[in-house]
Nanobody, 121 residues
């Protein structure tokens, strides 16, 4: 069984910073990609950023230059440094990962439970 557990959400004023973490645990063989999606209030879930195990990154245009994703392969953990936050960054942030477990040796997509980020104006 594989689990993703996020932490680090909270309330921050516009212009401030937050750092999210997501740790993958369980019977992990290897991880291909980890990333973040978010769901603003009343809207659909949207892509934020991803990183591959070799460090290739992609960002949504709306966060490019303000957010930075990084991954610690040894800890199976991905981080999201969010700077210059705006009220429109408010939402539930979900961790996502493509993982092969030791018991199910195929790539499987997993989601975390989500962490709330609220940016006040």
């Amino acid at each position: 069984q594989v689990q993703l557990v996020e932490s680090g959400g909270g309330l921050v004023q516009a212009g401030g910073s937050l750092r999210l973490s997501c740790a993958a645990s369980g019977s992990i063989f290897n991880i291909n990609t980890m990333g973040w999606f978010r769901q603003p209030p009343g809207k659909q879930r949207e892509f934020v950023t991803t990183i591959t195990s070799i460090g290739r990154t992609e960002y949504a245009d709306s966060v490019q230059g303000r957010f930075t994703i990084s991954m610690d392969n040894a800890k199976n953990t991905v981080y999201l440094q969010m700077d210059a936050l705006k009220p429109e960054d408010t939402g539930v942030y979900y961790c996502n990962a493509d993982i092969r477990s030791t018991s199910r040796f195929v790539w499987t997509n997993y989601w975390g439970q989500g962490t709330q980020v609220t940016v006040s104006s």
